[in-house]
């Protein structure tokens, strides 16, 4: 029988962790009835939304709700359970860099500790204002500086006496006795203490007069302005102060927050304006839902998740006592805001989940005081606009290391923060970290026989392996190209650039089967259905515009009723003469991967593995449902792979799907290589912040099910690295004297990982403009025994080996098909695609 | 100072509703609807409620709080603070909210030139002494338009169970109609003031006699004062510290108003230039199936006819056009929307706003858009 060669971590395992309340930095700063809730069960009016202010009440116990998610991931320690990582867990190849990044050293006194004490009051006191005015009259014992939440007091200094008594007087001349005993004495580096500091640190924002959106703090008070497009861009921070491998350090990113000078009333009319009427509506839900909206009357944000067209500002709704108002009376009376449009729909928006407590009803927010935040797809889209936003915030590494560094300076140089922090016997770094860095080695691509190298700078071979042969070409015998009247010289164009360009590769071409269509969804569809026989390779369709529904159509009638290979290519992107070559080789090479062809391979010297990308895409729009992409390599080049979609129900676990994707991918892994893969390495990516522990806990043991399930003999080693792309993390090479990005093959495994974890970073893309954001990689499971030099190394290898980019790119291909097949299911096709195109790259 | 949560625990067999503390801070803002203050002060503004309900009172240009507690004004100052909502769509009036640590009892010149100065339950947390002073401070030295002073009304108390003697711990006297009629009467006569009362908190049923639960004293001045003299006349030291003070975002603030003048404006723009290149498609599918370039090219030529005749015609210096790849719309066109009108106010304001923001035409009379879009779509 199979044995887990390993325990499996669990929560805190031997860590013994004195008892503590949780602190949680309260965000919501904005007021009790600040919005117009529906009728909501009963309890739930309890005033529970708390204010924060410069001022010490930041602080709250865990008893108060415990909402807050534990974004950090604190307290998932995987390393330890992973034996031969546990002395050392830094690779060794490369060539040295010089690097420094944007962390900043967090430095205590000698000795330094938090003492935290439990304050009593006798008589008991229930106001917690009257227990702090209380409790500070006595300041010449507790001192200045200290932080009380009513019931537990911080303070950077031990009083006198373990348990210290001492009377006050309330102002009706009643007696009061005040307990205050030590319950701990915290090193900086305990839990506690890390998100006292992240307190303290959101206090110095504050007082830095920014201003608080979501996680980050932004500077209102200098907006960047892009009116083409009504945006508005506030350059901020996101900070973090966490324990990393050998000190405690605050982490700091330029962050922009787009917010859009347009509230959701301005952006429905002139929607209105643009679509026809009958499909309003519909497209209005599409580009609004899962928008995080600002009311224009408090500092909160919400998620619009659903539109009801049937209310209007004049419907009532039940207040906290009982009494029923409408909507524009609410506002009016409450915010002195006038509604102008009666008429106009309210965005319903449910709140998010709370544990222990009761769910409110969803709160009911009128387009006409709401603002727009964040992008919609529809805006990513749009290139134009992407290139006007990105001159602002793409910023080069030494604009970045300069924005980083005028935080600090702020914190240098205010007076008040620098009290604040002296009175608390901290302070940071004036200086970026800097530290040691590795480069490896670039790879050699191979294509059938051939081996190049590429300029390890630019991380891309496109030009190097133009006009190689391929390792594994399609003959293109028997295909359609499709297209609209108006495109026809378009089509022929294309097809004679196809000419020119595929007998190098190695592709055998026919002259297509040319189908003129109208230009409408359904008249693609009856050719479809008319032409397409089991003999087609594949389908190009030329189509005139970016229009959704079109694609949408003919991707999901020929991935799922009809599984054959198709190709849509955007009229547009054909019309330049001088660049339709270049386009038309690009075109060729993703044809062959749909069609189960190979480009090019690296080396890779482990036999007998498996490599797993999951990646997962959030549906928004169709009742949230979430699609997971499964990939599995077939074949040692990792040339050949399996893909398989599961899509997530409501209430359902992905892992269940994910345990039926890696029986069907070893399944097929035997029948093309007549044994089974003896390791096997998941990439998991799409792990939101503060999943790792689910992770951890739930979805390995499920992998490690699945792989015991296969055979009694069988048992293979089992790797799981989580992989994030959105991390603050930026690395600068110090040379010639400006920071520079680093280049491709930057792996980093000191200082800025976490020293209970198995972490490492690897720049592995070149950027053209812009500070380039390294990867994170975390395993959180690991039987392989491979050195962890090994697993940087061939991490490093697969971001090589995604077949639509003859480049390096940011994650292991895996995940990257992954992504892209879940995109596709999530977009476009909304069902799992026919499982027989699985052995294909359909998707790309 | 609790007397919010203090009050309701006493209050508990006679239930106003809204809560009393509601109700004196709506007569308030009513007052305010009424009077339209450009600057409101509230003394013994504890936790800023008052003052976070009037900040959406959009006559109000100054806003200003004093308290003797330095903690509880910070507790929840920050509510005071502009929202993001204000920096996305700046208002059109100034706010500034300041608020200062000190007694009621000491002059400060931060105090001068006011419409209206709140006192909310606070005469009865007075000492004596403090008292004494406060008719000279409030009435002698800030001086304001109007005064309104609420207070507890002692012959409500019986009505209150557990009330012992106070409803407050912290108050010092609590006066029945008279008294506080009487002291008010005295300094309204004193400083030149008129006085008139009311309350808020009616009696139940049948016990209507006993009068308000809170009684108001509604002061005006009777004689007029400009700030200049105001100023001029008291020169005083500071006596307060200043707490918090926020700025808002304004429309009066040439930074501001330029931001929403260029967003505007492009904003229109882009309008026009939409529905003049939607009109034109329109025309090539309607007669031509050829190139676009041979229509715009159509269009240039007729539009260079045009332009000679700009001069000529105000009418048709108002229509945009297209030459080649690029859109012209005049700014006089611009101008005659309703919100950049109004943004604005004159024409002359909107050409010195936009001055090297917007790209213009040579002579500078139009705004200029490239209709070159440099599309890099990726194929799928």
């Not at chain 1, 797809?377 to 970045?400: A, C, G, I, Y």
């Not at chain 2, 959009?58 to 806003?63: A, D, K, P, Q």
């Not at chain 2, 309607?286 to 105000?314: A, M």
Request: charge should be positive.
């Amino acid at each position: 029988a199979l044995q887990v060669q390993q325990p499996l971590p669990s929560q805190q395992s031997g860590h013994v962790q004195p008892q503590q309340p949780c602190l949680l930095p309260l965000l919501s700063a904005g007021e009790l009835a600040g919005r117009g809730r529906q009728r909501g069960p009963p309890g739930a009016s309890k005033p529970e939304e708390f204010q924060i202010s410069a001022g010490f009440q930041e602080m709250s116990l865990g008893d108060r709700g415990g909402r807050r998610r534990d974004f950090h991931d604190l307290g998932v320690n995987t390393r330890q359970a992973i034996e031969h990582v546990r002395e050392s867990k830094t690779g060794s190849s490369g060539i040295m860099i010089r690097l420094s990044t944007n962390y900043f050293r967090l430095t205590s006194r000698p000795q330094w500790a938090l003492y935290q004490y439990h304050v009593d009051y006798n008589p008991q006191m229930e106001a917690r204002r009257l227990r702090s005015a209380l409790l500070f009259q006595h300041e010449e014992l507790i001192g200045r500086t200290h932080a009380f939440d009513g019931t537990i007091l911080f303070l950077p200094k031990k009083l006198g006496n373990k348990v210290t008594e001492v009377f006050s007087r309330t102002r009706s001349g009643e007696d009061v006795k005040i307990t205050i005993t030590l319950t701990n004495e915290l090193p900086p580096t305990s839990p506690t203490c890390l998100q006292f500091y992240n307190i303290i640190f959101r206090r110095l924002l504050k007082i830095m007069n920014l201003q608080q959106i979501g996680r980050n703090y932004y500077n209102p008070s200098d907006p960047i302005s892009i009116p083409n497009h009504r945006l508005m861009v506030w350059p901020g921070f996101t900070t973090s102060i966490l324990q990393y491998e050998k000190s405690i350090m605050l982490c700091t990113d330029v962050s922009h927050k787009v917010l859009r000078s347009e509230t959701v009333l301005d952006f429905m009319y002139n929607l209105y304006n643009q679509v026809e009427e009958q499909r309003f509506r519909d497209i209005c839900t599409k580009e609004l839902i899962g928008l995080i909206v600002l009311t224009k009357y408090n500092n909160k944000t919400y998620r619009v998740d659903d539109i009801d067209w049937d209310a209007n500002p004049k419907c009532t709704f039940k207040k906290a006592d009982g009494s029923e108002i409408s909507y524009i009376d609410y506002y009016k009376m409450q915010y002195n805001q006038d509604i102008t449009d009666l008429n106009q729909p309210v965005l319903v928006s449910q709140p998010r989940r709370r544990r222990g407590s009761l769910m409110p009803g969803p709160a009911v927010l009128i387009p006409e005081l709401c603002y727009l935040t964040g992008l919609t797809e529809k805006m990513r889209n749009d290139f134009n606009m992407m290139k006007d936003l990105s001159v602002h915030t793409r910023l080069t590494p030494e604009q970045r290391q300069r924005e980083v560094g005028r935080l600090i300076d702020y914190i240098q140089k205010d007076d008040s923060v620098q009290r604040e922090l002296r009175d608390w016997g901290l302070s940071f770094d004036s200086n970026l970290l800097s530290f040691t860095g590795r480069v490896v080695q670039s790879e050699k691509i191979h294509q059938a026989g051939r081996v190049f190298d590429y300029n390890p700078h630019f991380a891309d071979w496109s030009k190097e392996t133009r006009g190689a042969p391929l390792i594994n070409a399609k003959p293109l015998d028997n295909w359609l190209l499709i297209y609209t009247r108006r495109n026809y010289d378009v089509a022929n164009a294309l097809l004679q650039n196809l000419f020119k360009v595929t007998p190098s590769m190695g592709i055998r071409m026919n002259k297509a089967i040319m189908i003129e269509v109208d230009d409408r969804t359904e008249a693609y569809l009856r050719v479809l259905q008319q032409n397409v026989t089991s003999d087609t390779n594949i389908v190009v369709c030329l189509l005139s515009s970016s229009r959704k529904d079109k694609y949408d159509a003919i991707k999901k009638y020929l991935c799922t009723d009809c599984p054959i290979p198709s190709q849509c290519v955007i009229a547009r992107t054909l019309s330049k003469p001088q660049s339709i070559m270049a386009i038309a080789t690009k075109i060729a090479l993703q044809m062959n991967c749909k069609m189960g062809g190979e480009l090019w391979s690296v080396e890779i010297p482990l036999k007998q593995l498996m490599v797993v990308g999951i990646d997962c895409y959030h549906d928004t729009v169709s009742g949230k449902r979430s699609i997971a992409g499964f990939v599995a390599s077939l074949n040692q080049g990792m040339t050949r792979w399996f893909s398989r979609c599961v899509l997530q129900d409501r209430g359902q676990e992905l892992v269940d799907g994910l345990k039926a994707c890696l029986q069907t991918a070893l399944r097929d892994w035997f029948k093309w290589n007549k044994y089974l893969p003896s390791r096997v390495m998941v990439y998991r990516d799409g792990v939101g912040d503060g999943q790792l522990k689910t992770l951890v806990n739930y979805e390995v043991p499920q992998l490690l099910d699945c792989l015991k399930s296969v055979g009694k003999d069988y048992n293979p080693r089992l790797s799981v690295i989580v992989v994030k792309k959105r991390v603050s993390t930026r690395f600068f090479a110090q040379s010639g004297g400006r920071p520079q990005n680093p280049p491709p093959g930057t792996v980093v495994d000191v200082e800025v990982t976490r020293p209970e974890w198995y972490d490492f970073f690897i720049v592995s893309q070149a950027v053209k403009s812009g500070s380039v954001a390294p990867t994170h990689y975390n395993v959180i499971y690991d039987s392989s025994g491979l050195k962890p030099d090994h697993v940087q190394r061939l991490t490093y290898k697969l971001c090589h080996m995604y077949y639509n980019w003859s480049g390096v790119i940011r994650v292991p291909a895996p995940c990257q098909y992954a992504h892209k097949l879940a995109f596709l299911v999530g977009q476009s096709i909304h069902r799992e695609p026919n499982l027989s195109l699985s052995d294909r790259l359909y998707y790309l | 100072m609790d007397k919010n949560v203090q009050e309701e625990r006493f209050i508990e067999v006679i239930k106003f509703t809204p809560p009393l503390y509601k109700q004196r801070y709506q007569f308030i803002k009513d007052l305010v609807g009424k009077y339209k203050p450009k600057k409101v002060a509230d003394l013994g503004c504890a936790d800023c409620t008052l003052l976070w309900m009037l900040k959406f009172c959009s006559c109000i240009e100054v806003l200003a709080g004093l308290d003797i507690c330095e903690n509880v004004m910070k507790e929840k100052m920050h509510r005071l603070y502009p929202l993001p909502g204000d920096y996305l769509q700046p208002a059109e009036r100034s706010l500034t909210v300041t608020l200062h640590h000190g007694s009621v009892a000491h002059k400060d010149p931060c105090m001068l030139g006011f419409d209206l100065i709140t006192c909310i339950e606070l005469i009865e947390h007075l000492e004596e002494s403090e008292l004494e002073k406060f008719p000279e401070v409030v009435f002698g030295f800030m001086a304001p338009a109007m005064v309104v002073i609420s207070t507890p009304n002692s012959e409500f108390n019986p009505l209150l169970p557990g009330v012992t003697p106070f409803r407050h711990p912290d108050h010092k006297f609590e006066w029945n109609r008279a008294e506080f009629q009487k002291w008010a009467l005295n300094i309204a006569r004193c400083y030149d003031y008129s006085v008139e009362f009311t309350g808020v908190g009616a009696p139940p049923t049948g016990m209507e006699d006993v009068g308000f639960c809170t009684q108001i004293g509604v002061f005006v001045r009777k004689y007029s004062q400009t700030s200049e003299t105001a100023l001029s006349e008291k020169p005083t030291k500071a006596a307060y510290k200043t707490v918090f003070k926020a700025v808002y975002p304004s429309l009066k603030d040439e930074k501001y108003l330029q931001i929403a003048v260029v967003s505007e404006v492009v904003f229109t723009a882009q309008v026009i230039k939409r529905s003049l290149m939607d009109h034109l498609n329109s025309e090539h599918e309607e007669y031509t199936d050829g190139p676009v370039e041979i229509k715009s090219k159509f269009q240039h030529s007729k539009n260079c006819v045009s332009e000679d005749l700009e001069n000529l015609t105000v009418e048709k210096c108002m229509e945009p056009y297209v030459s080649g790849n690029v859109v012209y719309i005049p700014l006089t066109k611009i101008f005659s929307f309703p919100k950049v009108n109004q943004l604005c106010g004159t024409f002359e304001k909107l050409c010195k706003l936009i001055t090297g923001k917007i790209t213009l035409s040579s002579d500078g009379s139009a705004m200029v858009i490239d209709t070159k879009q440099k599309n890099e779509e990726e194929e799928n």
